[in-house]
Nanobody
């Protein structure tokens, strides 16, 4: 069992920055991929970025490439999403998720329904 807790969301002006954190506890050695996803009311949850546990390879959706950076601190079992140059369209609830299926290697391969654990979400609002 793995428990994920997000933090770091809030209100920021366009062009500003936020850093989201995802603290993992439990059987974290089972994790194959960690992903940050976001969801607006009435819309599908979409993947923003992910990191492969074995080799730190990453994936970013086109909308955030060059603005967001996913990283991790192994000593703290914590994953981060640094978000810069934020836009109003980045407003969403952000979730971190973890996948344990060893069928795949690269984090970008895992679909939403292949994630085993989710955090509770943290609201990010970009507005002037």
């Amino acid at each position: 069992q793995v428990h994920l807790v997000e933090s770091g969301g809030g209100l920021v002006q366009p062009g500003g920055s936020l850093r989201l954190s995802c603290a993992a506890s439990g059987f974290t050695s089972d994790l194959m991929a960690i992903g940050w996803w976001r969801q607006a009311p009435g819309k599908e949850r979409e993947r923003v970025a992910c990191i492969t546990n074995a080799d730190d390879s990453t994936y970013y959706t086109n909308d955030v490439e060059g603005r967001f950076t996913i990283s991790r601190d192994n000593a703290k079992n914590t994953f981060y999403l640094q978000m810069n140059s934020l836009k109003p369209e980045d407003t969403d609830v952000y979730y971190c998720g973890a996948a344990t299926d060893r069928t795949y290697f690269y984090c970008g391969t895992y679909k939403q329904n292949e994630y085993d654990y989710w955090g509770q979400g943290t609201q990010v609002t970009v507005s002037s």
